[in-house]
Antibody, heavy 121, light 107 residues
Framework: EVQLVESGGGLIQPGGSLRLSCAAS????????MSWVRQGPGKGLEWVSV?????????NYADSVKGRFTISRDNSKNTLFLQMNTLRVEDSAVYYC?????????????WGPGTTVTVSS | DIQMTQSPSSLSASVGDRVTITCRAS??????LNWYQQKPGKAPKLLIY???SLQSGVPSRFSGSGSGTDFTLTISTLQPEDFATYFC?????????FGGGSKVEIK
């Protein structure tokens, strides 16, 4: 069964750092484009970041997190990460990792259940 | 950045109704448009990719159409399990973006 499971969320003060993990099973993280998407309380979906497959480390970020967040992966652990620095109250959200489908219009076809990040003093 | 505008933001419908949700892009995105269903407390689920292709395992009552800037998601005969929020998402270029969502509620 193809599965993604996020972890690492929690309560953090503004300005703090947090590292989210996304453990994959049934798929190989390095063979896929992988994304992070977040959803603030009662809000819509916001794409956060993507890491592309193959040997490179090509990545992209939403303007709202550029320079503060870093996406990466550990191929040996088949795990995706999101390092979040200088956190702001507006970063509070459920964070989902998702696989980007290789066919068609790059839809996200596998999602984890999400992990909640709360930034508050 | 490409802005995605969905309408309506919410609607009330009955089981058996035909439901249509529209999504408009701020610039042409060809067919780089996907549709998702999300239920409360759950992750989104991919329904339609590339504007009109049905994702594997998704019931055929769901369909998508459109190209360029205007897109439509149609549920032909609404079922009880279809009450949820629906999001469109463009994947044209390097920065994907989502519409604001359309909540389908029970009348």
């Amino acid at each position: 069964e193809v599965q993604l499971v996020e972890s690492g969320g929690g309560l953090i003060q503004p300005g703090g750092s947090l590292r989210l993990s996304c453990a994959a099973s049934g798929l190989t993280v390095s063979d896929n484009y992988m994304s992070w998407v977040r959803q603030g309380p009662g809000k819509g979906l916001e794409w956060v970041s993507v890491i592309y497959r193959d040997s490179g480390t090509s990545t992209n970020y939403a303007d709202s997190v550029k320079g503060r967040f870093t996406i990466s992966r550990d191929n040996s652990k088949n795990t995706l990460f999101l390092q979040m620095n200088t956190l702001r109250v507006e970063d509070s959200a459920v964070y989902y990792c998702a696989r980007v489908q290789k066919r068609g219009a790059y839809g996200m076809d596998v999602w984890g259940p999400g992990t909640t990040v709360t930034v508050s003093s | 950045d490409i802005q995605m505008t969905q309408s309506p933001s919410s609607l009330s419908a009955s089981v058996g109704d035909r439901v249509t949700i529209t999504c408009r892009a701020s610039q042409s995105i060809s067919n780089y448009l996907n549709w998702y269903q999300q239920k409360p407390g759950k992750a989104p689920k991919l329904l339609i990719y590339a504007a009109s292709s049905l994702q594997s395992g998704v019931p055929s009552r769901f369909s998508g159409s459109g190209s360029g800037t205007d897109f439509t998601l149609t549920i032909s005969t609404l079922q009880p399990e279809d009450f949820a929020t629906y999001f469109c998402q463009q994947s044209y270029g390097t920065s994907p973006s989502f519409g604001g969502g359309s909540k389908v509620e029970i009348k």
